[in-house]
C-alpha cells in the first residue's frame, strides 16, 4: 500500500478512535476501571493522530517531490529544442544571396534571446535536481546529475556558436554595408561624369577660355581613370560577399560603361586640344594681320597730307610702300586662312561670340579691301610727288649753276666806271 492509501486509511482510524473515545466514555464500570478504559481510549487517539500528521507530512512531502520531478522532466525535455535551434543555425550562412542578411541576423538573435531565457531555466534546474537528490537513489541522482550537465554542454555549445555566428554575420553586414556605400557613391559618379562628359562644347570663346575648359575635361578623365581600382575593388568584394547575380551583372555594367565613358573622353579631350589649336592659331594670325593693317595704314593713311622734300625719304618710303604692294597677295592668302580659323571656331562658341568673331573677320576684310587702295593712291602719290622732287632738285642744280656762273663773271668785272655806270649795267644784263 503507498503512503497516500495509508494516509487515507488514518484519516478513517482517527475517526474510529474518536467514536471509540465517546463510546467508552458512555461504558458505566467501576471507577478504577473507567478511568483505566478512558486513558486507554486517549492514547489510542493520540497515537492515531500523530500517525495521521506524519503521513499527512509525508504526503504533502511526496507531492511536492513529485512536483519537483515533473518539472525537472518537463524542463530538460523542452531542451530538446536546443538541436532545433541547432538545425535553424545550419541554414545560416553569412556569405549566402538567397536570404536576406537581415533574416539571417535576426534568426541568430533570436536563437540568443531563447538562449538567455534559458540560461535562467538551467540554473532553475540546478537548484531543483539538489533538492532531488536527497529523494531518489544514488543512481537516480547521478542520472539527473549526467542529463543536467549535458543540457548544460549543449547550452554553452550552442551560445558559442550563437556568438561566432553572430560575429560572422555583423562583419558581413559592415562589409556589405561599406560595398553598397562604395557601390553607391561609384555609381553617382558616374552619373556625374557622364553629365559633364555630354556637355556640349558651346563655351568656348578664347584660347584661354579654351584651355580652362580642357583642364575642366582633363579632371573629368582623371575622375574616370580614378574608377578603375575602385571597381575593381568592387569586383574583388562581390566575390568574397557572394553577392547574386544581379550585383554582378550591375559592376560588370559600371566597367563597361567606365571604359565607353573613356572613350569619349578622350574623343572629346582630342577635339579640344585641336580646339585649342586653333584658336592660339586664329589669334596669333589675326593679331599678325591686324599688326600688318595697322603698319599699312600708318604708311598709306597718315595723319598729315604734307610730304617730305627729302628725296632719301621719298625713296624709302616708296621702297616701303612698294613692299607692301608686293605682300598683298600673300597676305590676301593670309586673310582667307583667318577667315577658315574662325568658320571653324563657330560651332563651339557662344552665338554673342560668333557675332564678335564675323564682325572681326568683316573688319578685317573691309581694312584689307581699303588698304589694297590706299597702298595703290599712296604709291602713285609719291611716286608723282617723287617725280616733282626731282624736277625741282633739276631746275634748282640749274639755278646753282647759273648763279656760280654769274658771281665768276662779278668777280672779273668787279671793277666798275663811276664816269659811264650806263655801261656797266649794260654788262650786268649781258652776263
Wanted: charged share 25%; aromatic share 4%; proline share 2%.
Amino acid at each position: 500500500m503507498d503512503t497516500l492509501g495509508l494516509h487515507k486509511k488514518s484519516v478513517e482510524y482517527v475517526v474510529q478512535t474518536d467514536s471509540l473515545s465517546r463510546k467508552a466514555a458512555e461504558i458505566q464500570l467501576g471507577p478504577k476501571n473507567q478511568t483505566l478504559l478512558q486513558q486507554q481510549a486517549q492514547q489510542a487517539t493520540q497515537q492515531v493522530t500523530q500517525l495521521e500528521a506524519s503521513l499527512k507530512k509525508n504526503v504533502d512531502m511526496l507531492e511536492m517531490v513529485c512536483v519537483w520531478w515533473e518539472r525537472f522532466i518537463r524542463e530538460s525535455e523542452a531542451f530538446s529544442w536546443i538541436s532545433e535551434r541547432e538545425r535553424e543555425l545550419d541554414t545560416v550562412d553569412s556569405n549566402s544571396s538567397s536570404d536576406p542578411l537581415d533574416k539571417h541576423i535576426s534568426t541568430v538573435e533570436f536563437v540568443g534571446a531563447r538562449l538567455e531565457e534559458r540560461a535562467a531555466i538551467l540554473s532553475h534546474l540546478e537548484a531543483e535536481s539538489e533538492a532531488l537528490s536527497g529523494f531518489v537513489t544514488p543512481g537516480e541522482a547521478g542520472h539527473i546529475r549526467a542529463r543536467l550537465a549535458q543540457m548544460e554542454r549543449y547550452w554553452e555549445e550552442l551560445k558559442e556558436n550563437v556568438e561566432q555566428l553572430g560575429g560572422q554575420l555583423n562583419q558581413s553586414a559592415t562589409c556589405r554595408q561599406r560595398f553598397n556605400n562604395n557601390l553607391e557613391q561609384v555609381k553617382t559618379t558616374m552619373v556625374d561624369l557622364k553629365e559633364k562628359l555630354d556637355i556640349t562644347i558651346t563655351c568656348c570663346t578664347s584660347s584661354s577660355e579654351t584651355y580652362r575648359v580642357l583642364q575642366d575635361h582633363m579632371d573629368v578623365v582623371q575622375a574616370l581613370e580614378q574608377l578603375k581600382p575602385r571597381l575593381l575593388a568592387l569586383c574583388l568584394g562581390k566575390k568574397r560577399l557572394g553577392k547574386g547575380d544581379l550585383l554582378e551583372g550591375e559592376v560588370a555594367n559600371l566597367q563597361k560603361d567606365q571604359g565607353e565613358y573613356i572613350e569619349q573622353a578622350a574623343e572629346k579631350q582630342a577635339t579640344l586640344e585641336k580646339l585649342l589649336v586653333l584658336w592660339q592659331k586664329y589669334e596669333k594670325e589675326s593679331s599678325s594681320l591686324r599688326s600688318w593693317l595697322d603698319r599699312c595704314e600708318s604708311v598709306c593713311c597718315p595723319d598729315t597730307q604734307l610730304l617730305s622734300s627729302s628725296k632719301a625719304k621719298l625713296m624709302n618710303e616708296l621702297q616701303t610702300v612698294q613692299e607692301m604692294q608686293s605682300d598683298l597677295q600673300s597676305h590676301e592668302a593670309f586673310l582667307q586662312g583667318v577667315v577658315s580659323l574662325a568658320a571653324c571656331l563657330y560651332p563651339t562658341a557662344p552665338e554673342g561670340r560668333v557675332r564678335e568673331l564675323t564682325d572681326d573677320i568683316t573688319q578685317l576684310e573691309e581694312r584689307s579691301t581699303s588698304m589694297k587702295n590706299s597702298i595703290t593712291q599712296r604709291l602713285q602719290q609719291l611716286q608723282t610727288h617723287l617725280a616733282q622732287v626731282e624736277l625741282f632738285d633739276e631746275a634748282l642744280l640749274t639755278l646753282t649753276q647759273w648763279s656760280e656762273n654769274f658771281l665768276s663773271v662779278l668777280r672779273t668785272t668787279s671793277q666798275v666806271n663811276i664816269a659811264d655806270l650806263q655801261a656797266a649795267v649794260t654788262q650786268v644784263k649781258v652776263s
